[in-house]
């Protein structure tokens, strides 16, 4: 009676196994990344109109790192630490990465907005705030910094403060500084 036992749930195993495995043939199915195609180690399922296709594969793909956390059953992709492939045909620019005041604004405007946790261009009742960038020759770098206006034309001045600010470095794009700390009251 154990043989048999043994011999029907081998079967049974079997047959389980060999659905599994043909569920996860491959596929002729192409998953595009903008202009690019991702070409995935393992197969993809497609069943009722939805593509299923392995989380770990897929972040290899994108370049988003991923791994496991046995003690909370949980899996983690760190998104904001994707990986970018540096071409060996990059080539290097004389007038830096970030060559003007557009660009330094920009890039500046996202980094001290995130660090800040709240956007620094805005309007009150009687102001306009805005960022104001500026080169400073002897650091190399982009300063940008918050300041406004008053809606009804009235000027300020603010001695001895510091505004938000964010200074990057123009040829290699490094943040030299962030302070957020405000002095304007609304």
């Not at 196994?17 to 595009?32: G, Q």
């Not at 400073?136 to 001045?157: I, M, P």
Request: net charge negative; aromatic share 12%; with cysteine.
């Amino acid at each position: 009676m154990k043989k048999r036992i043994i011999y029907v749930t081998a079967i049974c195993l079997s047959l389980v196994v060999i659905t599994i495995v043909s569920a996860f043939e491959p596929s002729d199915y192409n998953i595009r990344l903008g202009n690019d195609s991702i070409t995935l180690q393992y197969p993809s399922l497609m069943q009722n109109d939805r593509m299923y296709v392995s989380v770990r594969n897929l972040c290899d793909a994108l370049g988003i790192p991923i791994y496991w956390n046995e003690n909370k059953n949980e899996v983690h992709m760190d998104i904001y630490n994707k990986k970018v492939s540096v071409s060996d045909k990059t080539e290097y620019k004389e007038e830096g990465v970030i060559p003007d005041k557009e660009t330094a604004l920009i890039v500046g405007k996202a980094i001290l907005e995130k660090y800040a946790g709240k956007p620094m261009e805005y309007e009150t009742e009687d102001k306009i705030y805005y960022l104001e960038v500026e080169f400073l020759e002897q650091y190399n770098a982009w300063r940008l910094y918050q300041t406004f206006k008053y809606k009804n034309g009235g000027g300020w001045s603010a001695t001895g403060q510091t505004p938000p600010n964010i200074s990057i470095n123009k040829n290699t794009g490094e943040v030299l500084f962030i302070g957020t700390s405000t002095f304007f009251k609304d």
